[in-house]
Nanobody, 124 residues
Framework: QVQLVESGGGLVQAGGSLRLSCKAS????????MGWFRQAPGKEREFVSG????????FYADSVKGRFTISRDNAKNTVYLQMNSLKPEDTAIYYC?????????????????WGQGTQVTVSS
């Protein structure tokens, strides 16, 4: 129904920036709330940021608040995660996800579709 493909990951030094993109294929992109999650080796997949359908409401995990910015361009079927002031602790596979829930969702169980992930590695 909807396919999500992340891109923009890579290797960056601490303090640097990356912008992740999540391109959705489907005709109902604007009906989904979107979220970014990440999973580091040996850790649970954790919520990073979420955005509602129109892009007017956002939410961030405490660990990234003030450093990351989520946005979406519904005309392009794309969600972005701008990551600034990156830390080695941000190293993880970052996943884009879509939720049929109306508002911003922070729990991964409420997300219905997932991308394949993109690796972000922050060196110290």
């Amino acid at each position: 129904q909807v396919q999500l493909v992340e891109s923009g990951g890579g290797l960056v030094q601490a303090g640097g920036s990356l912008r992740l993109s999540c391109k959705a294929s489907g005709r109902t992109f604007s009906t989904y709330s979107m979220g970014w999650f990440r999973q580091a080796p040996g850790k649970e997949r954790e919520f990073v940021s979420g955005i509602n359908r129109s892009g007017t409401n956002t939410f961030y995990a405490d660990s990234v608040k003030g450093r990351f910015t989520i946005s979406r361009d519904n005309a392009k079927n794309t969600v972005y995660l701008q990551m600034n002031s990156l830390k080695p602790e941000d190293t993880a596979i970052y996943y884009c996800s879509a939720s049929r829930t109306q508002g911003v969702v922070t729990v991964k169980n409420y997300y219905d579709y997932w991308g394949q992930g993109t690796q972000v590695t922050v060196s110290s």
